[in-house]
């Protein structure tokens, strides 16, 4: 059973850009019956903006990482709040969780900075994280130390993981996954564009376009089949890309 069992956004009219974004704008009701949960859709469709407002009322740092890294301040984190953060609502089954973490793929590298910067005092921080500074590992290592060493029980709010992860990593991640959901002590809300992360297992998928938000499943959505349709018959796409 998920910890996070609802979501909702009321109807937005406060003047700025969040009423203008379709799958917000109207008001938000998502249910989670699931304990991975894939918010998919194209760049600025609103499903990042959401993953923030519900890290920051988690208490989450939204540069990155769980409630005791700093909310926002320290190395090389200005104070920044989610404008959506004060609409969202949250639903707890049976209980708030406080435990978690939040990670953005494009701020990972200042998260990395921050905990070089905390083991300089306490070299024993890096035990969280394989042993060794994040930025002595490659991109997609350092990202499987995070999840490999740093996930134990919780909600992950994670914003396109998949980013440094080559396939093969992907499915290593979606292994990480498994390994904690049967234990019955994680819960995951992703963000991503991912083809192969999607097809996970009894996940639940929301699809965020214009015409706001609608639980789907993989196949339905243009990232499976496209990349599917590419590679049955990628000299095709290539003719047509090349040729046009």
């Not at 909310?71 to 404008?83: A, D, H, K, Q, V």
């Not at 060794?132 to 740093?150: D, I, R």
């Not at 996940?203 to 938000?213: L, N, S, W």
Request: hydrophobic letters at 35%; charged letters at 20%; glycine letters at 10%.
């Amino acid at each position: 059973m998920p910890f996070l069992s609802h979501i909702s956004v009321p109807l937005l009219q406060d003047g700025s850009y969040l009423q203008y974004i379709p799958s917000l704008g109207k008001g938000l009701q998502l249910s989670l019956n699931s304990n991975v949960t894939f918010f998919v859709g194209e760049n600025g469709s609103g499903k990042s903006t959401l993953l923030e407002g519900i890290a920051e009322q988690c208490g989450f740092s939204l540069r990155g990482g769980n409630r005791n890294h700093n909310l926002n301040i320290g190395y090389r984190f200005e104070g920044y709040e989610s404008p959506l953060a004060r609409y969202v609502r949250l639903g707890w089954t049976p209980r708030r969780i406080n435990d978690g973490f939040f990670m953005r793929a494009e701020s990972f590298f200042n998260f990395a900075s921050y905990i070089d910067e905390l083991a300089r005092d306490d070299h024993r921080i890096l035990n969280a994280y394989g042993g060794k500074s994040l930025h002595q590992q490659s991109h997609g290592e350092s990202f499987l130390a995070l999840f490999n060493n740093q996930f134990e029980s919780g909600i992950y709010i994670l914003d396109e993981p998949e980013a440094a992860l080559s396939p093969s990593r992907i499915l290593a991640f979606m292994s990480v996954i498994n390994e904690l959901e049967k234990k019955g002590r994680a819960q995951f809300l992703i963000a991503t564009h991912s083809p192969i992360l999607i097809c996970y297992p009894g996940a639940t998928i929301y699809q965020f376009d214009e015409r706001g938000v609608q639980e789907t499943n993989y196949e339905n959505i243009e990232h499976f089949y496209l990349t599917k349709s590419f590679l049955d018959n990628p000299s095709l796409y290539l003719r047509h890309l090349m040729d046009g």
